[in-house]
């Protein structure tokens, strides 16, 4: 069983930078691959960024690509999303997703636990 706190959402306005968090419990977090999914009012959730146990391959929605990089750091078992350039329809709760495999993966199918989701707001 894996837990997934996020952390790092707020208001701010266009233009403006915010790096989420997610703290995952266990001793394995390596082994999983990670994934940044969003929800905005009244739309499905859809996929934003992946990457691999490993870290060393990520994969983007082209709609954040350029703007936003994912990483992570298997010793504090954290994965972040740094997110720059920030629009008003980036507006969302954003999720974090482990999938029990190290490959990434964009279809949210596939992933297993999921954290609470933080709320991230862009005003213009």
């Known amino acids: 069983q894996v837990q997934l706190v996020e952390s790092g959402g707020g208001l701010v306005q266009a233009g403006a930078s915010l790096r989420l968090s997610c703290a995952a419990s266990?001793?394995?977090?390596?082994?999983?691959?990670m994934g940044w999914f969003r929800q905005a009012p009244g739309k499905e959730r859809e996929f934003v960024s992946t990457?691999?146990?490993?870290?060393?391959?990520?994969y983007y929605a082209d709609s954040v690509k350029g703007r936003f990089t994912i990483s992570r750091d298997n010793a504090k078992n954290t994965v972040y999303l740094q997110m720059n350039s920030l629009k008003p329809e980036d507006t969302a709760v954003y999720y974090c997703?482990?999938?029990?495999?190290?490959?990434?993966?964009?279809?949210?199918?596939?992933?297993?636990?999921w954290g609470q989701g933080t709320q991230v707001t862009v005003s213009s």
């Open positions: 990457i691999r146990g490993s870290g060393g391959s990520t």
């Open positions: 266990g001793r394995t977090f390596s082994s999983y691959a």
């Open positions: 997703a482990a999938r029990s495999r190290p490959y990434m993966l964009y279809d949210e199918s596939g992933y297993d636990y």
